[in-house]
Nanobody
Framework: QVQLVESGGGSVQAGGSLRLSCVVS????????MSWYRQTPGKQRELVAVVTPGGTTNYVESVKGRFTITRDNAENRVYLQMSSLKPEDTAVYYC?????????WGKGTLVTVSS
């Protein structure tokens, strides 16, 4: 069973920064892409960023240049560094990985950006 635990959310003013962290329970972490999603009430969960096992990254257009996803394969951790935060970044952020066709999610961490 794969378990993911996020941390690092909180409240910040617009223009501020936060770093989210996700620790994954499984050693096979190093072979799987890791992603961060976010969701606000009444909306679908949105893919924010993804990092492949080799370190290739991709981002949703709205966060390019502001967010950076990285992974530490030795620590089974993935990070999301968020800078120049905007009120529209307010959401619950979820860590995700897909192992042999099955999606695994953390419980999420809330990020609130005030104007």
């Amino acid at each position: 069973q794969v378990q993911l635990v996020e941390s690092g959310g909180g409240s910040v003013q617009a223009g501020g920064s936060l770093r989210l962290s996700c620790v994954v329970s499984r050693s096979a972490f190093r072979f799987n892409a890791m992603s961060w999603y976010r969701q606000t009430p009444g909306k679908q969960r949105e893919l924010v960023a993804v990092v492949t096992p080799g370190g290739t990254t991709n981002y949703v257009e709205s966060v390019k240049g502001r967010f950076t996803i990285t992974r530490d394969n030795a620590e089974n951790r993935v990070y999301l560094q968020m800078s120049s935060l905007k009120p529209e970044d307010t959401a619950v952020y979820y860590c995700n990985t897909n192992v042999r066709g099955m999606d695994y999610w953390g419980k999420g961490t809330l990020v609130t950006v005030s104007s």
